[in-house]
């Protein structure tokens, strides 16, 4: 990695994503590390491009929403040249890699061809009980989604996560890219 320092900026509406920055954090050297923090977004949902740190290196983290980064991030992403990035994503289905693979690809559309992707993680982060209960709810109806029971699963195993084999995950990932 660049000499010249990186931050760390992310989306999280209930943690999870959070939990992944701080893993990231806490895996990099602390004197380098410029800014820590939240994607500054403007009312409308947007970032305003006074707030993306200048460094030259971006960890930047985001939840998944409707199959892909969250719009502060979609927006930060957007806006971002000759930059190094690193993205960190969190998202309520996890069945598959393939799955982290599709939202990692729709997300990376966002990023102009003047940065460099360095790297790219995802894992499950778990999601409010209100959801859960909306599930039930459906299933005791009689023309329900016929994969409900498959939902209310993946619901109850999203409920560990980020859990500690996942930050582990991270950290390596963050660790083997920055020595390169
Ligand atoms: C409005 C909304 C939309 C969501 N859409 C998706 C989605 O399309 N796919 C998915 O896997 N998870 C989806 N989720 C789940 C979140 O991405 C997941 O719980 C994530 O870990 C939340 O991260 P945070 O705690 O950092 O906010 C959605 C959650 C919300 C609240």
């Given at each position: 990695m660049s000499s010249k320092g990186y931050s760390i900026v992310f989306s999280s509406r209930t943690g999870n994503t959070a939990e992944l920055a701080e893993a990231v954090r806490k895996?990099?050297?602390?004197?380098?590390?410029?800014?820590?923090?939240?994607?500054n977004g403007n009312d409308d949902g947007s970032c305003a491009s006074s707030a993306i740190p200048a460094s030259e290196?971006?960890?930047?983290?985001?939840?998944?929403?409707?199959?892909v980064a969250d719009q502060a991030t979609q927006q930060l992403l957007g806006q971002l040249k000759n930059r190094k990035v690193f993205l960190f994503g969190t998202a309520?289905?996890?069945?598959?890699e393939a799955y982290f693979q599709a939202i990692l690809?729709?997300?990376?559309?966002?990023?102009?061809?003047s940065n460099i992707v360095i790297g790219a993680f995802m894992?499950?982060?778990k999601m409010p009980h209100s959801v859960r209960e909306r599930y039930v709810k459906m299933k005791?109806?009689?023309d329900h989604m016929?994969?409900?029971d498959a939902m209310i699963e993946n619901f109850d195993k999203a409920l560990s996560h980020p859990n500690a084999n996942d930050l582990e995950k991270l950290a390596n990932l963050v660790s083997e890219t920055v020595e390169q």
């Open positions: 895996t990099l050297p602390e004197g380098t590390c410029e800014y820590f923090g939240s994607v290196t971006l960890f930047v983290g985001f939840w998944t929403n409707q199959g309520g289905f996890g069945g598959s690809d729709k997300t990376k559309a966002f990023i102009d061809d894992c499950q982060g005791e109806q009689p016929p994969n409900i």
